[in-house]
């Protein structure tokens, strides 16, 4: 257990509106991310941070946008929510050099 | 442009038999490679890696096998367990100071009773 919690773990929101999902790590890991998840794609990249206030995108960025005001939280936010977005969110940190470790998950359904 | 590449969707393998999942990538600064394990319902979790430098890491009934001039990994877990049952990620971690990983889509596995 790598001390991630993710909220909320599910939500069901509609077409347009704003969402934000939050990451909290309890450990002050310096690197977090964040992926979505979605059948025949894996798992890919959306952005991530590399300290508070230092974050940069990753392979599906667009649509998103991330911040972190302090080390433990890491805040996903889709501005104007749309179908597309529907998919799994998982938060994950580094532990050392190599290894990430996922939080739970957050399904989130656009209608 | 699919750097990481699980070409098998799925497997299914009888209790006891060995699982043989295969990874392939096309990017020759990968130097770190990873499995993971994910269960419906849940976060991934880290299962095994292995260096570029080496071409075998053991971890229990899990050994993760890299040819570098295949540019192959792959993960055998002997025996296979009812419990194995899982979607298994193979990522690449893009050369020394990078804290990026790239994934591949996965392969679930279907373990047999």
Redesign the interface.
């Known amino acids: 257990d790598a001390g991630i919690t993710q909220s909320p773990r599910h939500k069901v929101t509609e077409t347009g509106t704003p969402v934000t999902l939050r990451c909290h790590q309890t450990e002050n890991h310096r690197y977090m991310y964040w992926y979505r998840q979605d059948p025949g794609h894996g798992l890919r990249l959306i952005h991530y941070s590399y300290g508070v206030k230092d974050t940069d995108k990753g392979e599906v960025s667009d649509g998103y946008s991330v911040s972190r005001s302090k080390t433990e939280d890491f805040l996903l936010t889709l501005e104007s929510a749309t179908s597309s977005q529907t998919s799994v969110y998982f938060c994950a940190i580094s532990v050392g050099e190599y290894e990430q470790y996922f939080g739970p998950g957050t399904r989130l359904t656009v209608t | 442009d699919q750097q990481v590449k699980?070409n098998s969707p799925s497997l299914s393998v009888q209790e006891g038999r060995i699982s043989i999942l295969n990874c392939d990538y096309t990017n020759s600064m990968f130097d770190?490679f990873?499995w993971?394990k994910k269960y419906p319902?849940?976060?991934?979790?880290?299962l095994i890696?292995i260096s570029s430098i080496k071409d075998k890491n053991e971890d229990g009934r899990f050994t993760v096998f890299l040819n570098k001039s295949a540019k192959h990994l792959s993960l055998h877990i002997v025996p296979s367990q009812p419990g194995d049952s899982a979607v298994y990620?193979c990522?690449a971690?893009s050369g020394a100071g990078s804290?990026?990983?790239t994934?591949?889509?996965?392969t679930k596995l279907s373990v047999i009773p």
Do not use: D, I, V
């Open positions: 699980q770190y990873l993971y319902a849940e976060g991934p979790t880290f890696s990620f990522a971690r804290y990026q990983l994934f591949g889509k996965g």
